[in-house]
């Protein structure tokens, strides 16, 4: 089967599932890829805390930044499912920059995120992408500041609405009228562009060896393992990513090293138009649509759903 009738296939079991996408795939020693609209950019939501992590570590290379800096920190005090870490704390915590980059890489904890850009704000963490000369991923807010959708303002019971609402309010251009879904507002990013990051992750050049595998190392540590890790997870092979989260967008970027030396790049950037919080389907169809891609570059074999 080709490359472009395994896509064709992978664009129909999404759509079975109430998904559509963009994905991307890239061994990272010979650069072949496959995927699908790789260019198309969605709001980031966590992904984020990637680069965050990146620029972070970069001071810290560069003496600007100690990783045993303590950090005062506000509880988040937020009470509605979701959230880890400071985000759930009730009273104040005295944390480092080195633990603040572990709960915000590895928990996704919003909290520690914030507090790490309190240190560099998001201009400053999107002029260290330039410098590294990392294109295609625009950092524009602090975490808090896309955490306020409609969705922490209606009952548990209303839920459904804001993600009706998060499903059918799009405008032309990849706009809506949910600011924190606005590609054009809300931080940022494509298939192909966090690819491009985790390529420069897991072979540094312009990135410091000494971030790269700290960064690496925290992603390793992920600790949300519902999407994409049930399917690249072996004796055999590592997995190591971060999840993103938004509304009806699931997202997951990661890099599954193989024993035997290869390591393949893996981004999958979905959004849902089923109005539902929990969708373990999509999370697993996710997986398999991923899976069936990398194991189609690795080894030319079919997907099973092919």
């Known amino acids: 089967m080709s490359a472009a009738a395994v896509v064709r296939n992978a664009r129909d079991l999404l759509d079975e599932a109430g998904l559509h996408g963009g994905f991307l795939v890239r061994n990272l020693d010979t650069g072949q890829e496959i995927g699908f609209d790789a260019d198309a950019p969605y709001p980031a939501a966590s992904l984020l805390k990637v680069p965050l992590a990146v620029a972070v570590l970069e001071r810290v290379v560069r003496g600007e930044l100690d990783l045993a800096t303590p950090v005062d920190v506000a509880p988040g005090r937020i009470a509605t499912p979701g959230p880890t870490g400071l985000s759930r704390f009730r009273h104040p915590a005295r944390i480092s920059v080195?633990?603040?980059?572990?709960?915000?890489?590895?928990?996704?904890?919003?909290?520690?995120?914030?507090?790490?850009?309190?240190?560099?704000?998001?201009?400053?963490?999107?002029?260290?992408?330039?410098?590294?000369?990392?294109?295609?991923?625009?950092?524009?807010?602090?975490?808090?500041?896309?955490?306020?959708?409609?969705?922490?303002?209606l009952g548990p019971d209303s839920v459904h609405l804001a993600h009706s609402l998060a499903i059918g309010a799009a405008t032309p251009g990849q706009g809506h009228l949910v600011a924190q879904l606005d590609v054009t507002r809300a931080n940022a990013g494509s298939a192909r562009a966090f690819v491009d990051l985790l390529h420069a992750l897991w072979r540094p050049s312009t990135i410091h060896e000494f971030a790269a595998a700290r960064v690496r190392a925290l992603m390793a540590d992920n600790l949300h393992r519902q999407r994409l890790a049930p399917d690249f997870t072996s004796d055999a092979s590592r997995w190591s990513s971060k999840t993103g989260t938004l509304l009806h967008l699931r997202h997951e970027v990661g890099v599954v090293d193989h024993a035997d030396g290869q390591s393949y790049a893996v981004a999958a950037f979905t959004a849902s138009r089923v109005p539902a919080v929990a969708q373990p389907g999509s999370e697993a169809t996710m997986a398999q649509v991923a899976r069936g891609l990398h194991d189609h570059l690795r080894t030319g074999t079919l997907p099973w759903w092919s």
Do not use: K, N, Q
């Not at 603040?100 to 507090?115: E, F, H, K």
């Not at 999107?126 to 306020?148: M, P, S």
């Open 98 to 153: 080195d633990d603040l980059l572990y709960l915000s890489t590895s928990i996704s904890d919003g909290v520690a995120a914030d507090a790490l850009f309190d240190l560099i704000p998001p201009a400053a963490v999107a002029a260290e992408l330039r410098r590294l000369r990392i294109e295609g991923i625009a950092v524009r807010h602090r975490v808090g500041d896309l955490a306020d959708t409609p969705a922490e303002r």
